[in-house]
């Protein structure tokens, strides 16, 4: 049974800082791209960062750009998304998600059940 479970989200002040983690379970994870997205109330799913699986680079969405910084164990498999100089506008359920490259059909992603992070004086 596949299994992605977030922790570390909760109440900060902005300025803040933050670390998620996102434990993955019955899968390979070292061939997974890993991913988190956020969702505000009333606002669409974005993408934050993305890891890759193989070379290990980076992406990040322009209003978090130099602030967050993503990164993988695989030895743990865990996927971490530290998160500094944090801004109200922050505030959202964020999810992680795992994708297998290059899979077709049913099956190829999964997801965590999303923690809270809420930035806030």
């Known amino acids: 049974q596949v299994q992605l479970v977030e922790s570390g989200g909760g109440l900060v002040q902005p300025g803040g800082s933050l670390r998620l983690s996102c434990a993955a379970s019955?899968?390979?994870?070292?061939?997974?791209?890993m991913t988190w997205y956020r969702q505000a109330p009333g606002k669409e799913r974005e993408l934050v960062a993305t890891i890759t699986s193989t070379s290990g680079s980076a992406n990040y969405a322009d209003s978090v750009k130099g602030r967050f910084t993503i990164s993988r164990d695989n030895a743990k498999n865990t996927v971490y998304l530290q998160m500094n100089s944090l801004k109200s506008e922050d505030t959202a359920v964020y999810y992680c998600?795992?994708?297998?490259?290059?899979?077709?059909?049913?099956?190829?992603?999964?997801w965590g059940q999303g923690t809270q992070v809420t930035v806030s004086s």
């Open positions: 998600n795992a994708n297998l490259p290059r899979c077709v059909g049913m099956g190829c992603s999964y």
């Open positions: 019955g899968l390979t994870f070292s061939v997974y791209t």
